[in-house]
């Protein structure tokens, strides 16, 4: 492709993927309301709000596809949440409408259905259960995703990460992490496949203690390599066991079930 957007660059996994993916496009143009630092040789660095409509407009103008990474990506005050997480959405999805409908994988999140049990084993036609604001606002996401898909054909991956990290750093994350090695093989299917539509994608590993089905998306030909169970041994040692009533121990969402609504003000 020409030119791949990269939002929410400066962010942990923007910062990431940022380095692994200029073999994808001539041109990557990277984006964060953050500073950004120096544009690399195949780069076009553009600080950008997402709630301003006419920048996120010019942002994606000239673009062949979008790894949209922007966003709040933890509990918050909804004021934050509403301006990054869904006006922020809206605007994207309205600029990519209006050049050429760049194909977009969308950053969403295992807080979808957080307030599901660690003993359900789920697939993406379970309902959603979010365990916050924060996930309620990739519940919108994936919604609005749908609706662009089925009124405009916009294409989409609706990639539900789990933790996306160099190392899982507790137990809760022996069934959620994905490597960095994995995204970034997922990315390059992603834009690569003939055909997407707009699929519900589990963001994990092949991790023995998995709790979700990701069958719906093998048309897509990725197959994960890495394997969380990996870290258990250094994990048990460091961390000592869990406690089992812990949210960690409980839910799929982890600690964020127990998060306040956070107020402005």
Known sequence: MKRLLITGAAGGLGRAMRPRLGKLAEIVRVSDIADLGAAAAHEEVVQCDLGDANAVDRLVEGCDAIL???GISVEDKFSKILNANLLGLYNLYEAARAHGQPRILFASSNHTVGFYRQDQHIDTTAPMRPDGLYGVSKCFGEALARMYFEKFGQETALVRIGSC?????????????????????????????????CPIIWGISDNDSRWWDNSAAAFLGWRPKDNAERFRAELDVSLGRQAADSPLSVYQGGMFVRDPIFEDG
Do not use: Q
């Open 165 to 197: 990290m160099e190392r899982p750093s507790n137990h809760r994350m022996l069934s959620t992490w994905m490597s960095y090695d994995d995204f970034e093989s997922m990315i390059d299917c992603v834009f690569r496949v003939p055909m997407l539509g």
């Open 68 to 70: 949209h990474l922007g």
